[in-house]
């Protein structure tokens, strides 16, 4: 199993809290060219029923509602949960005064602890390449939401990120990140293939957009926030020297971003 889907390491190490993961929405929030926000854009996508019963899987810190304060129902009865402890905790920090109330849930994806029939919406995003039984995933997913109830899924394409990669391999070969796409198991490209046995209506959307990167810390940051073997703290200095020439002989870093998602319905 790769650490991608290895529950120990993203429970106690990768996901233990909110840090890592930070590190990252940092770096796309200060260099992403679309001046429309990603969260603003996946919102976009829900069916905005009146009333509805949601539940989001893997919600991190909670980012897509801070961001949509008052784009949500009134009538939205919200559950979110994530299998990290310290994210729900984060979650429920940064949402402590929003003004619709929310619940928290640790859950596994794959047991999900709801009767069938519960949800009129399910929401995963960046989270599904994480779990190692897909197909029970989706299976519990497609069980918990009602007849025409929608599923939302967002993810990366294989092209996502790639000038990075190629500017760490550049430094040191060799060191791939974990989470890199060649090991991702659910991606852009794949997933609507895995999906569609549960679900009609299989939808995809690509959110445009990519880095221009001008400085070299919050690079750095993402880069160290993730896990490439030989790659530690003993360096950070000299790699942020080394991506700061190269902004410096470039103008700027960009690189491709590729994200996007999938929308499907239960018949």
């Known amino acids: 199993m790769t650490k991608i889907q290895d529950a120990d390491y993203l429970l106690n190490d990768q996901y233990r809290d909110a840090g890592n993961l930070n590190a990252r929405v940092r770096l796309h929030m200060a260099f992403s060219i679309n001046p429309y926000g990603w969260f603003q854009w996946i919102f976009d996508h829900y ?3 009146p009333e509805a019963r949601v ?3 893997g919600c991190g810190p909670g980012d897509l509602w801070r961001q949509n304060a008052h784009r949500i129902p009134a009538g939205w009865t919200i559950t ?4 990290s402890p310290g994210m729900l905790d984060q979650a429920r920090h940064n949402l402590g005064d929003h003004p619709h109330p929310f619940e928290f849930r640790q859950i596994d994806a794959q047991e999900i602890p709801f009767e069938s029939g519960t949800f009129q919406v399910v929401i995963a995003n960046h989270c599904l390449y994480h779990i190692p039984d897909r197909p029970k995933a989706l299976s519990e ?3 918990v939401l009602a007849p025409q109830g929608w599923f939302y899924a967002t993810t990366v394409g294989e092209n996502h ?6 500017l760490v391999d550049s430094y040191l070969p060799g060191t791939q990140d974990v ?8 991606t852009l490209e ?6 569609e046995p549960w679900f009609s209506e299989v939808q995809i959307d690509r959110y445009p957009d990519a880095l221009h990167v001008t400085a070299a810390p919050p690079l750095v940051d993402f880069v160290f926030s993730t896990v490439r073997h030989g790659l ?3 360096r950070r200095q000299d790699f942020t020297a080394f991506v700061g020439s190269k902004i410096a002989a470039h103008g700027m870093l960009k690189i491709t971003k590729d994200s996007g998602m999938f929308t499907a319905r239960k018949l």
């Open 47 to 49: 069916d905005l029923l």
């Open 55 to 57: 539940l989001e899987l």
């Open 80 to 83: 979110l949960s994530d299998f």
């Open 179 to 186: 989470f890199h796409h060649a090991v991702n198991p659910f």
């Open 190 to 195: 794949n997933g609507g293939a895995q999906i």
């Open 232 to 234: 530690d703290e003993s």
């Open 161 to 166: 990120l790639v000038e990075m990669d190629q």
């Open 141 to 143: 997913i497609q069980r």
